[in-house]
């Protein structure tokens, strides 16, 4: 009999492998808080899609305010959004697409009106005031900048905080502070880089973006060229109470405010988001180092510092003519030169943060909903009506409040002209005089504390990924507080130590 050839299996030699093996599925993870949210905001909506309606406003002189339906459901829709981007349920700029198409399907205003507001002049000159940062950035003046900064304020971590707030708020006084911070942010970014190699947030650079967004709107509020708002503003109070503001009468009563508040705002900074270092060791030297290796400046450098001071100046001459350009038509000239000038090529084009401009796009549209169906306007007569009997003081802050509520979610001129000539009607009974009202109006207008879509500046820092939406949020409240104590005593004592008219009788 033939011998029987033994079989060696295949895995002799390798440690036995089990008989079974399972692969277990990789778990899923369910983010039910995000779910929560959106079902939240989703809820309120639907809330107020189903309310048979609310209670009619009328201020002091008999006029009724109706809220109709479709202002119901853009109150609901408000409320939606705000929830959807505190708690950033999705990117913010798809909640403010979200917005669009909740008022196109429920026919809350059509779809020309709630789509055309994304490409409004406002989210343009926004679009243009980013493309002057990246400018900045492609010709290498942010790091020059940046390392000059760094040669003059040293090593110390919050006197980097002081100087780069300080710069900020200066520069808001001789151009829109949206220009300003797409200007100082790339700047920024290079100072961040130079503390840590990392992508993770730190405290530093919390503070710093935060930081810049908050003092960028303080500092606006001095000049007529800080933001739109305080030109429309005045020109509405002209129209009236026939009483024109001036330039130079502006900045005497906001200078103070605006200045203390951008120290105040650097206390609260550094109180809230100490850096992780004390200092920066070698900083000074090394920024020294890198300066010099930039060289020389270059021709594109000195051409973007050209184009952007034609620019200033064509908003400075702007303030002053009897039928100004369009800011945003003046703002696009600076991005049309730098793409002509090969400054920017299409690379730099499709680099924008579309997110940032969508995000405006949606605040534009909003603003408009609540405006063209006076749902802004039924709330801010039920919001002020409730001070008809109050002390005269309580009724300004009360004013100021409510103007800087809604400039977190609305346009702030919106704001504004919702509540001035409500305000102005009651202060009469209270013998207020209407400059305190548009004045103090006008402080709280320039500095939304909460949202991103309360000022450009507040979109542009959470561009360094270095704070969420919540953050932002919950920090804005502890400047908020201090805002309106610092406005109380302005209001109180110091404006009419200034000559500002405070009462009438």
């Not at 196109?104 to 493309?131: E, M, N, Y």
């Not at 950035?137 to 919050?158: C, F, N, P, Q």
């Not at 200066?170 to 790339?186: I, S, Y």
Request: charged content about 15%.
């Amino acid at each position: 009999m033939a011998e029987e050839t033994k079989k060696v299996p295949m895995s002799a030699g390798l440690p036995e492998m089990p008989e079974e093996i399972i692969l277990a599925p990789p778990k899923k993870v369910v983010d039910w808080k995000r779910i929560f949210f959106i079902l939240l905001g989703f809820g309120i909506f639907v809330l107020f899609y189903f309310l048979p309606g609310l209670p009619d406003a009328t201020d002091p002189s008999g006029k009724i305010f109706r809220l109709s339906p479709t202002g119901k459901l853009s109150i609901g829709l408000f409320l939606m959004a705000g929830i959807w981007w505190v708690f950033e349920v999705m990117p913010i700029g798809a909640t403010a697409i979200a917005i669009g198409v909740f008022q196109t399907l429920f026919s809350i205003r059509t779809a020309k009106q709630a789509l055309g507001d994304f490409l409004d002049p406002s989210v343009w000159f926004i679009f243009g005031s980013v493309v002057i940062g990246m400018a900045f950035t492609a010709s290498g003046l942010t790091k020059r900048m940046a390392y000059k900064m760094l040669d003059v304020v040293g090593e110390r971590t919050t006197m980097i905080y002081l100087g780069s707030f300080i710069v900020t708020a200066a520069m808001t006084h001789l151009m829109a502070h949206t220009a300003v911070a797409a200007a100082v942010f790339p700047l920024l970014l290079a100072i961040n880089a130079l503390y840590t190699d990392s992508d993770q947030p730190t405290k530093f650079g919390k503070g710093l973006f935060i930081g810049m967004a908050w003092v960028a709107g303080a500092g606006s509020i001095v000049t007529f060229l800080g933001a739109a708002r305080g030109v429309a503003a005045a020109g509405m109070f002209k129209e009236f109470t026939g009483s024109d503001i001036g330039f130079f009468e502006l900045t005497w009563y906001m200078f103070p405010i605006g200045w203390l508040m951008v120290f105040l705002i650097y206390l609260v900074i550094v109180f809230c988001f100490r850096p992780e270092k004390e200092r920066i060791v070698g900083l000074r030297e090394k920024a020294k180092e890198l300066s010099r290796e930039l060289g020389p400046m270059s021709g594109k450098e000195y051409f973007v510092i050209v184009t952007v001071t034609v620019v200033v100046a064509l908003f400075m001459i702007n303030s002053f003519i009897p039928k100004p350009f369009s800011r945003a038509g003046i703002v696009l000239i600076a991005t049309l030169a730098f793409f002509m000038s090969k400054t920017l090529t299409v690379e730099d084009l499709e680099a924008i943060p579309w997110n940032i401009i969508l995000l405006f796009g949606g605040a534009m549209s909003i603003g408009f909903c609540l405006w063209q169906t006076k749902a802004a306007e039924w709330m801010a007569v039920h919001w002020l009506t409730m001070f008809l009997n109050a002390n005269w003081l309580v009724f300004v802050l009360g004013i100021a409040f409510f103007v800087l509520m809604m400039t977190n979610f609305i346009m702030n001129v919106a704001a504004i002209a919702i509540s001035l000539p409500v305000s102005l009607v009651i202060a009469k009974y209270l013998g207020v005089a209407p400059h305190v009202i548009l004045f103090a109006s006008l402080v709280t207008a320039g500095m939304p504390f909460n949202l991103l879509i309360g000022a450009a500046p507040n979109a542009i820092a959470y561009e360094s990924k270095q704070f969420t939406t919540g953050e932002f949020f919950g920090y804005g409240w502890i400047a908020n507080a201090i805002l309106m104590v610092v406005l109380m005593v302005f209001v109180y004592l110091i404006w009419p130590l200034q000559g500002m008219p405070v009462l009438t009788k």
